[in-house]
Nanobody, 121 residues
Framework: QVQVVESGGGLVQAGGSLRLSCAAS????????MGWYRQAPGKQRELVAV???????NYADSVKGRFTISRDNAKNTLYLQMNSLEPEDTAVYYC???????????????WGQGTQVTVSS
């Protein structure tokens, strides 16, 4: 089994910062891409940022220049540094890890349970 657990959400004022973490554990041979998505009330889940095992990154236009995604491959951990937060960033943030459980198997996407980020104006 593979577990993905997010942490670091909370309530912050507009202009403030938060750092989200996401740890993958369990039967893991390797991890390819890891990423963050978010879902606001009444809206579809949307990509925030993604990072490959080689640390190539991609960001949603709405967060470029404010958010930074990073990972620690030795710890199977993903981070999202969020600066200059805006009320529009309020959402549940979900982490995913694309995991291979043995040397020859395919990668499967595992999701965390989500962490709430609320930005007050």
């Amino acid at each position: 089994q593979v577990q993905v657990v997010e942490s670091g959400g909370g309530l912050v004022q507009a202009g403030g910062s938060l750092r989200l973490s996401c740890a993958a554990s369990g039967s893991i041979f390797g991890i390819n891409a890891m990423g963050w998505y978010r879902q606001a009330p009444g809206k579809q889940r949307e990509l925030v940022a993604v990072i490959t095992s080689g640390r190539s990154t991609n960001y949603a236009d709405s967060v470029k220049g404010r958010f930074t995604i990073s990972r620690d491959n030795a710890k199977n951990t993903l981070y999202l540094q969020m600066n200059s937060l805006e009320p529009e960033d309020t959402a549940v943030y979900y982490c995913h890890a694309d995991v291979r459980r043995d040397s020859s198997g395919p990668y499967y996407r595992y999701w965390g349970q989500g962490t709430q980020v609320t930005v007050s104006s």
